[in-house]
């Protein structure tokens, strides 16, 4: 007995199932299985750039530096002379206040003196090589016995002191804005002292022992420490005296102009 055959109908359906089932069994395994994944790796972090220092510069009217130049009346004489030892500096007071308020610069005709006026023009000798410069005196040292100027890196050039770093010479104050025996703000500097706690001790000291004078105590440039003593009145004579008193063991004292 033969099996009837199925229907077209049937084998329509069988087929649609068919299809249906292998639909769903591909959805099934996409659905399940594992997608690789692209490991994310983070941008590197950024590194912060320094920011450009701005170069230190003098403010406005207090540059020109060495191209200022210093100059004197023809058949001009010298109105005070001595002899001694030169030195000069430069870093780390480039760029700094100088004690006429003004910035100091290296590169100009500039000196420092303890006792003449701010101001003064002076003509400085090597009594060595006889190379002569004008320079201006801006600011007071040098700090060190037995020196009687400290030169600017362009006077030290000129005057063949930068090489040897000192030399013998002839300082003569050809003008000066004030006179050079009388008046004056006078002070007496003490030290250095390579502490702070030296440096106040002494000042602990002064001010017990001069009750009248303004003593201030105060770092420089190149780290050591300072003690000033302000005389009252300003008076030289008083000044004189304190600065033959009084003697430490860290450094010098030094009779100081301070106008």
Same mark, same amino acid.
């Given at each position: ?15 649609? *199932? ?10 099934? =395994?996409?659905? *399940?299985?594992?997608?690789? $994944?692209?490991?994310?790796? +983070? ?13 230190? $510069? ?33 870093? +780390? ?17 500039? &000196? ?40 600017? =890196?362009?006077?030290?050039?000129? =005057? ?17 804005? &004030?006179?050079? &025996? ?16 030296? &440096? ?6 002064? %001010? ?5 004078? %303004? ?21 030289? %004579? ?22």
């Amino acid at each position: 007995m033969n099996a009837r055959r199925p229907s077209r109908r049937t084998a329509a359906f069988r087929l649609l *199932c068919l299809l249906l089932l292998l639909s769903l069994g591909s959805a099934f =395994l996409t659905g *399940c299985g594992h997608k690789p $994944t692209q490991a994310q790796v +983070p941008p590197p972090p950024s590194i912060p750039q320094e920011k450009e220092k701005p170069a230190v $510069t003098p403010p406005p009217g207090e540059t020109a530096g060495q191209n200022q130049k210093i100059e004197i009346p023809a058949g001009a004489k010298p109105i005070f002379e001595e002899t001694g030892m030169a030195s000069w500096y430069g870093a +780390p007071y480039h760029n700094r206040r100088g004690s006429n308020g003004e910035v100091y610069d290296m590169n100009a005709m500039t &000196a420092a003196h303890l006792t003449l006026p701010l101001g003064s023009i002076v003509r400085i000798t090597n009594l060595k090589t006889g190379n002569s410069a004008l320079v201006r005196i801006t600011d007071r040292g040098p700090f060190v016995e037995g020196r009687i100027v400290d030169l600017s =890196l362009a006077a030290a050039k000129a =005057l063949d002191v930068f090489l040897p770093g000192t030399a013998k010479v002839r300082l003569e104050v050809m003008q000066a804005p &004030a006179s050079l &025996a009388t008046g004056g703000r006078w002070a007496v500097q003490i030290g250095s002292f390579t502490g702070e706690k030296a &440096a106040a001790n002494m000042a602990e000291h002064l %001010q017990k022992r001069y009750q009248t004078a %303004q003593v201030l105590k105060f770092r420089s440039p190149v780290g050591v420490w300072w003690v000033r003593v302000r005389v009252l009145d300003d008076d030289r %004579q008083r000044a004189t005296a304190l600065a033959r008193e009084e003697e430490t063991p860290e450094g010098a004292v030094f009779l100081v102009r301070l106008d």
